[in-house]
C-alpha cells in the first residue's frame, strides 16, 4: 500500500457517458497529480492541484475536468466520454518544500468506455 | 520548458547481464532526477534518485550516473532478473513538477 487511494479500481461506462474518479492523498502531502495512461503508452500529465489550487495543467481535454477539495482529495471528472479515453488513471502526490521530490502513486483506475 | 528524452525504447538482455537506460534533459535548472519501474497493469513505484549535487547513487544491483555538463543520467542495472522485467521512466525536474522520459520497456531473457 503506497499511502495513495484511488477509486474505483475498475470502471466500464458506455461513450456519452460522464464518470468521477477519487483519489485520496498520502498523509501530509499537498499536491496532487492526474495521469493517464493508454495501453503500452507513457505518463501523459493531465493536471496538478497544490493545497486545493491549480497550479499546473498538461494535456487535459475540455471535457476532461478535477479539483481537489480542503481535505486534500481529489476528484477527476471525465464527461462524454469516447472510447478513446479508455485508459489507466493515476493520481500521485507528492510532499513540496522537503527534501523529496518524488512521487507517489496509487494504483490507478482502469477506465473502459464501451 | 524541461525536455527529457529516453532511450532505448526497448531493451532485451540475457538474465545475469547488465542493463543501461540513459535519458538527457533539457534544463539546466533541473536538479532532481528519478526513476520509477512500472511492472504490468501496476502503478509506477520509484526505485532510485539522484540530485543535482551528487555524480553516482547505488543501491544493491541497481545505480545511477548523472553527467550534469553533457545533461545526461543513466540507470544501471547490473545481474538481471526476470522479476527487472518491467518499463523504466526516467524524469527531471527544474521546480516540483516532474518531466517524463517515454519509458523503456526491459525484456529479460532466460
Known amino acids: 500500500d503506497s499511502g495513495v487511494t484511488q477509486t474505483p479500481k475498475h470502471l466500464i461506462t458506455a461513450t456519452g457517458q460522464r464518470v468521477t474518479l477519487r483519489c485520496s492523498p498520502r498523509?501530509?502531502?499537498?499536491?496532487v497529480y492526474w495521469y493517464q495512461q493508454s495501453l503500452d503508452q507513457g505518463l501523459q500529465f493531465l493536471i496538478q492541484?497544490?493545497?486545493?489550487?491549480?497550479?499546473a495543467k498538461g494535456n487535459i481535454l475540455e471535457r476532461f475536468s478535477a479539483q481537489q477539495f480542503p481535505d486534500l482529495h481529489s476528484e477527476l471528472n471525465l464527461s462524454s466520454l469516447e472510447l478513446g479515453d479508455s485508459a489507466l488513471y493515476f493520481c500521485?502526490?507528492?510532499?513540496?518544500?522537503?527534501?523529496?521530490?518524488?512521487?507517489?502513486f496509487g494504483s490507478g483506475t482502469r477506465l473502459t468506455v464501451v | 520548458g524541461e525536455n527529457v528524452e529516453q532511450h532505448p525504447s526497448t531493451l532485451s538482455v540475457q538474465e545475469g547481464d547488465s542493463a543501461v537506460i540513459k535519458c538527457t534533459y533539457s534544463?539546466?535548472?533541473?536538479?532532481?532526477f528519478p526513476w520509477y519501474k512500472q511492472e504490468l497493469g501496476k502503478r509506477p513505484q520509484l526505485i532510485i534518485d539522484?540530485?543535482?549535487n551528487v555524480g553516482e547513487k547505488k543501491d544493491q544491483r541497481i545505480a545511477v550516473t548523472l553527467n550534469k555538463t553533457a545533461k545526461h543520467f543513466s540507470l544501471h542495472i547490473t545481474e538481471t532478473q526476470p522479476e527487472d522485467s518491467a518499463v523504466y521512466f526516467c524524469?527531471?525536474?527544474?521546480?516540483?513538477?516532474?518531466?517524463w522520459g517515454a519509458g523503456t520497456k526491459l525484456i529479460i531473457k532466460p
Open positions: 500521485a502526490s507528492s510532499v513540496e518544500g522537503g527534501r523529496s521530490y518524488g512521487y507517489t
Open positions: 498523509s501530509g502531502d499537498l499536491s
Open positions: 492541484y497544490y493545497n486545493g489550487e491549480e497550479r
Open positions: 534544463d539546466s535548472a533541473s536538479n532532481y
Open positions: 539522484i540530485r543535482s
Open positions: 524524469a527531471a525536474t527544474p521546480n516540483y513538477q516532474l518531466i
